[in-house]
């Protein structure tokens, strides 16, 4: 498995935008990249999946080189709802039946007024 | 449709006692992962099981932990004899039959031993 090095934290305040950079120098051929936020004494929820380039859906934007090594999550414009952990996972593709998911220990994010 | 549902949400167990966290899925998901999270960390997976099978256990503990996910009913993850380090929130997760592999979490049990 991929092992992914992310930021331990990060602040903000309301209105900006977050980029949190995800390492997976050994990302395999057939791995996607997958972000999950939490929040506190909740699960985790699944946010955006990509392969190469840019994905972009109504909550984030994911945006992965060439190369593939690294990747960058991007919340537009964050609120105060926005204070989780964001978790960057690498492996297999959501369209793909059964496989554990593989968490590190993912990015705070607070977001301040 | 209900997302995933945990019970008991708060479970307080005395050392040697016995721990029980009944998970039910998301109606027409056959898919049930069970993970692990000390304060702080990251999650960690412990088991996978479609209906009355074990697919993965790869994660979990040989002894003193059990999961289950029989043909009618929720999934359940036992924890025997508990210690102080089984303290954690565990959360179970599931996914449709085939095809798609987003897991949807519960809210998680936050397991607290004395």
């Known amino acids: 498995l991929a092992k992914t090095t992310q930021p331990i934290s990060m602040d903000s305040y309301e209105g900006q935008e977050v980029n949190i950079t995800c390492s997976h120098n050994?990302?395999?051929?057939?791995?996607?990249i997958t972000w999950y936020q939490q929040f506190p004494s909740q699960g985790p929820r699944f946010i955006i999946q990509?392969?190469?380039t840019k994905v972009t859906n109504e909550v984030a934007s994911l945006f992965i080189p060439a190369d593939r090594k690294s990747s960058t999550l991007s919340l537009p414009r964050v609120s105060l709802s926005d204070t989780a952990v964001y978790y960057c996972?690498?492996?297999?593709?959501?369209?793909?039946?059964?496989?554990?998911?593989?968490f590190g220990g993912g990015t705070r994010v607070l977001v301040k007024p | 449709n209900a997302g995933v549902m945990q019970n008991p949400r708060h479970l307080v167990r005395r050392r040697g006692q016995e721990a029980r966290l009944r998970c039910s899925p998301m109606?027409?998901?056959?898919?049930v992962y069970w993970y692990r999270q000390l304060p702080e960390e990251g999650l960690k997976f412990m088991v996978y099981?479609?209906?009355?099978?074990?697919?993965?256990e790869s994660g979990m503990p040989k002894e003193r932990f059990s999961a289950e996910f029989p043909k009618e009913g929720p999934s359940i993850l036992r924890i025997q004899q508990v210690v102080r380090g089984d303290s954690a929130a565990y959360f179970c997760?599931?996914?449709?039959?085939?095809?798609?592999?987003?897991?949807?979490f519960g809210p998680g049990t936050r397991l607290t031993v004395l």
């Open positions: 990509g392969y190469k």
């Open positions: 099981l479609q209906k009355e099978n074990i697919i993965d």
């Open positions: 997760a599931s996914s449709p039959a085939s095809g798609y592999n987003e897991q949807f």
């Open positions: 996972l690498v492996g297999v593709p959501i369209k793909a039946a059964g496989n554990k998911l593989t």
């Open positions: 050994n990302i395999a051929t057939n791995d996607y």
């Open positions: 109606k027409g998901h056959s898919h």
